[in-house]
């Protein structure tokens, strides 16, 4: 059963620091893993996507990474900014599956 | 560009009583899957359909139905709600075929059961 892990739970980092989130998942066997930014109380709003066969995808300030046979991904927010505050999660799509399996997210507070 | 549309945004419902939410995909998407995600958890998978026909099911509650109609928007039906059914209930959408596709959600429904 697939299981995805983020850490750290919670994160505050002062305006202009680079900072990395973590995701970990336990089933390498993954078609491809979608990063997702979700303000208190809203919806999810999509950052980045990447396949299995990719290793990293940029929009921005945002990198992603992925390291399949390792089970992880990593998601790299450059220069952060208030605005950046909000909880991300990761999710996986398993191979043979079309659902995403969500992970327990990290809890974002960038202070000015 | 035309987003996943839920209805209603809110609802309050008394236990015991039923629910209907909706979910209107991104035109062409072909696959709808609803999420339920709990005061400060993450989003749990409920089920899924493929051209009006279901295609993964994950915890749902058997007082739960759902369907896929004709024009793809698809319902939550709930029913004999309980406190523990209060949550953020999310509908995404994808169109199955185009290599590597993402989940695109709606801003949810929030569901209290008072």
């Known amino acids: 059963k697939q299981e995805v892990t983020q850490i750290p739970a919670a994160l505050s980092v002062p305006e202009g620091e680079n900072l990395v989130l973590n995701c970990s998942f336990t089933?390498?066997?993954?078609?491809?893993l979608q990063w997702f930014r979700q303000d208190p109380g809203k919806g999810l709003t999509s950052l980045l996507l990447?396949?299995?066969?990719?290793r990293e995808q940029t929009s921005g300030r945002l990198n992603a990474s992925l390291d399949k046979s390792s089970g992880r991904s990593t998601l790299y927010i450059a220069a952060s900014q208030p605005g950046d505050s909000a909880t991300y999660l990761c999710?996986?799509?398993?191979?043979?599956?079309?659902?995403?399996?969500f992970g327990t997210g990290t809890r974002l507070k960038v202070l000015a | 560009a035309a987003g996943v549309i839920q209805s209603p945004r809110h609802l309050i419902k008394e236990k015991r009583e039923t629910a209907t939410l909706k979910c209107y995909p991104i035109p062409r998407h072909d696959t709808v899957y609803w999420y339920q995600q709990g005061p400060g958890q993450d989003p749990q998978f409920l089920i899924s359909?493929?051209?009006?026909?279901?295609?993964d099911k994950g915890s749902i509650p058997d007082r739960f139905s759902a369907q896929q109609f004709s024009d793809y928007h698809s319902e939550l039906n709930m029913s004999s709600l309980e406190l523990g059914d209060s949550a953020l209930y999310f509908c995404?959408?994808?169109?199955?075929?185009?290599?590597?596709?993402?989940?695109?959600f709606g801003s949810g429904t929030r569901l209290t059961v008072v």
């Open positions: 999710a996986v799509r398993a191979e043979g599956t079309y659902k995403y399996i």
């Open positions: 359909f493929y051209e009006k026909m279901q295609s």
């Open positions: 995404a959408s994808t169109q199955l075929g185009t290599e590597g596709y993402g989940y695109t």
């Open positions: 089933d390498s066997a993954i078609y491809n």
């Open positions: 990447i396949q299995s066969s990719q």
